[in-house]
């Protein structure tokens, strides 16, 4: 996440960055995405972007 949050914030700092939970449908067994593992990210993110959201929480 550093790395693509660093360079998004080379071509422009305010890129808006959009982080959202995953969520299986229809027979799929791929757990959920933890809102913790959210947060984490949007930490690293912030460090280098002035504009950080998390959806679907």
Same mark, same amino acid.
């Given at each position: 996440m550093?790395?693509? +949050?660093?360079?998004? +914030?080379? =071509?422009?700092?305010? %890129?808006p960055?959009?982080?959202?939970?995953?969520?299986?449908?229809?027979?799929?067994?791929?757990?959920?995405?933890p809102?913790d593992?959210?947060?984490? =990210? +949007?930490?690293? +993110?912030?460090k280098? =972007?002035?504009?950080?959201? %998390?959806?679907?929480?």
């Amino acid at each position: 996440m550093d790395h693509e +949050a660093r360079w998004l +914030a080379g =071509l422009r700092p305010d %890129i808006p960055l959009h982080l959202t939970r995953y969520f299986p449908r229809y027979r799929d067994t791929t757990p959920m995405t933890p809102v913790d593992t959210l947060h984490r =990210l +949007a930490a690293v +993110a912030k460090k280098h =972007l002035h504009h950080v959201y %998390i959806g679907n929480v």
